[in-house]
Structures are given as C-alpha cells and as structure tokens.
C-alpha cells in the first residue's frame, strides 16, 4: 500500500483509527535525557540558570585567555563554572551577559530551591535544537502496562479460575528466581527476567499456533497501538527542581533516605517539565492486528477510547494506592510533612481534571508493573517478588509497603532547619500527566 493511500485506510474505521492527541501535565514531568550534567557545564546565579553550549564557553575562554587556569581548576576540582574566579568577579549584570553568551538553554528555578549544594542535574530529554520533548516510547510502556492491568482485573472478575492460574504462574517463577542480598540486574537470572516480562505486560502475545516461536516477540498485541513522540515544547524554560526520597521506616514512621554514613540527604536536581503544560502528538489503532489477537485478548481494545479507559482506571487505583502509602506514613508519624504530600493527593482524587497515566522518572516500580492488583489480592506474592527480585528481606523488616520509596518536589523553608526533614514543603509528586483524543481524523 502507497504512503498516499495510508490516510485513506485509516479513515475507514473499520481498518483502524488516527487521533491527535493532547498530553497535559498535571504534576511537573522529567524524562531523563542522558548522563547527569556536571558543574561545568551550568552556571546558576540568583537571577540566572544556564545550561552551557561548550563551544561557545572554549570559545569564550579562549578569546580571554582563561582556558589553561579553567583546565587547571577543573583538575583540581574546585567547584563547578560558577565558582571560577574570573566568573566570580563579575557584576550580576556581567554575569547575565556572559551566560546569554555561552548558553545552550536556560532553565528557570523552581521557587525554594536554593542554589547550595547543586553540584550536577538530570537533563530533560531534548532534541538537536535543544528543545524538550516527550518520546512516544515512555507514553506506550505507561499505556502497556494499563492494558494488561485493565485485561486483568477484567479477567479476575469475569473468570477467577484463569486468573488464579495466571497468579499461580508468578508465584512458580518468584519461586524459582535466586535470592540474594544484592538487587540483581535482570540478566543475572532467567526468572527474575520472566518475572518483570510478566509484571510488565511483554508476554501478551498472540495464540496463532501457525506462527513460529521465533516469529511470536513480533506479534504482540500492543503493536495495535502505537503514538508518537510529542511536538516539542518550544516556549519558556523548563524548572530546575530539587528532588528529595521519602521512605518508610525510621523513628519516627518515615524519613529522607541518607546514603550510608551520611547526615545529608540525598538531594535530586532535574529539570522537569511544568505543571499544566500541553503538548500534542499522534495515537493510531490498527484494527487488523487487534483482529488477529482477538481469541487471546478477548478485544482488550479496539479504539483509543478503549485504550483510554484502561488507563484511567489503572491510574485511579494507581493513585488510591499512593495515597495510602502516605496516609500509613502520617499514622506512623502525624508529620506535616507527610500531611501536605496526602493533601497533594486528595486534590488529583477530586479533580475535574483527573490524571489517566503517570510517565518518567520518578513513577516508581508501581507505576511500571501490575504490582497495585497484586498487593490487593495477594500481599504474600508481592513480598515474595520483593524477597527475591530485590534482595535480602532483612532490610524490609518492620516496613509495611512495597516499594517503600517516593520522589517528591520540595521547596525549602526559609529560615526554618538546617538539614533535616522539618526544612522542606512538600510541593508536587512526579509524572502525572492527563493524555486525551482532541479529534479523529475522519
């Protein structure tokens, strides 16, 4: 079939469908764009945040004379680009100046998050012009994973025998999987892979006994459905935020996860997408492969409604998980703190505007398997996985929830604190996001 003809067949919606779509952010967003950039190649001031372009600095430098003192220090590690002297000495207005110069893009700091102690930050995915973008790849592996959810709650109330066996099927594999007191990669065990291939919904493939074993990984059924990555976000800059880790476990109920032997928490910089930000991308149906894995999936979907109305109901039990999670906290430790996350959370629960995906860095392990439909049905099987994916249960004696981890925004508190836990505000969660039809073309 020619490319010309392509449109045609799609708008016969008997053959599949093409949707433009709108993805909102209703928290702030990061979707991780490489390695971590180093303290040389940013220069923050109070009035300024400058992601560097190092052509342009060498060529700065050069023009200065500053490259073999720079090169020195840098060997030295004495600080990043915004601690080096002849930096140092300029005005603020200089400084501006210089940063418009050598700059690759600009950021805008987040309100409370203080310049000390920035010493790298996660970059947002960008394209060659420097502007953000989301790929459609992190929208479809959050879409995988609410299709097989919605198939199987489906299946547990429609037929408990089969979803048992499916049960029955996991709990084999965690039983076969070695355990160790290390978290293990999955290539270290052929069972741990299995486990997450199953958790993660990359086994729903079709029954055909006609196709091969080898041809089978190319039929899945989540090949019906596919999106493309969304326009780029070509406006003002993106927030530098700063991330903080909140665990259960602790004196008092909760605390900052610490690395080992460390006062400091561990303290996450990334630039994120703002909340309430609209970005537009392209979603397709094809309805002949839906067609061909019909005896299987039992129609699991047909159309992006279809699709959609997977995702909203794993994101709504998504979310009344978490909020339980905090809420478990805040009876541990009736903290402000954890009082202020729940809030965050009640106020997405009674939205008009509700989330229907959660997307990026910062989702957590429950936003990328069926976890949440088992820890309701089968707590045991969810700290089986627990015990032997994730390594020596010691470390989870006493601890209630699985994952016991969550990324959060935090502002600081002025005056308030030095490094603890009473510092921060909580401000917003990560990676809720509204994704929905704007018009089929027909």
Known sequence: ??????????????????????????????????????????????????????????????????????????????????????????????????????????????????????????????????????????????????????????LRESNRKDFNAILAAIRNEVGRCRPSPNRPTLDDDKHTELIAQVLQGSSLQAPDRSISEGERSLFDVLKAFSISDTEPADFTPLDLCRIQIVSEGGEYGWHFSRLPNRLQPISIHAETLPENTILRCTGTVDKFTVNRFRPKTKSCFDSL????????????????????????????????????????????INSKEKPNIRIGWGCGLMGLTILTLLDRYTEDLVYAVRDRVFGNPQKYQGIKYFPKTRRFIVSEYQGRGNANEDKWEPIWPLGWCRLEQEGVLS
């Open 1 to 154: 079939m020619g490319l010309m003809k392509l449109e045609d067949t799609y708008r016969n919606k008997s053959l599949g469908e093409i949707a433009d779509l709108g993805l909102k952010t209703i928290t702030p967003v990061h979707i991780g764009g490489g390695a971590e950039i180093s303290a040389n190649r940013f220069l923050l001031t109070e009035k300024v945040s400058a992601i560097v372009d190092e052509e342009k600095l060498f060529e700065k430098f050069s023009q200065r004379g500053w490259v073999d003192q720079y090169i020195n220090q840098a060997r030295q590690r004495q600080g990043g680009l915004g601690s080096f002297q002849p930096i140092q000495r300029m005005s603020q207005a200089e400084k501006e100046q210089f940063a418009a110069e050598v700059a690759a893009y600009h950021l805008k700091r987040f309100e409370g998050t203080p310049l000390r102690d920035i010493h790298n930050l996660r970059p947002f995915i960008r394209d060659g012009e420097h502007r953000a973008y989301i790929p459609g790849t992190s929208i479809k592996g959050a879409v995988r994973t609410a299709v097989l959810y919605g198939q199987l709650v489906k």
């Open 305 to 348: 409604k279809a699709v959609v109305a997977h995702m909203q109901r794993f994101t709504d039990d998504l979310i009344a998980f978490e909020r339980g999670y905090f809420d478990h906290l805040y009876r541990l430790g009736n903290d402000d703190f954890i009082k202020g996350i729940r809030d965050r959370y009640d106020e997405m």
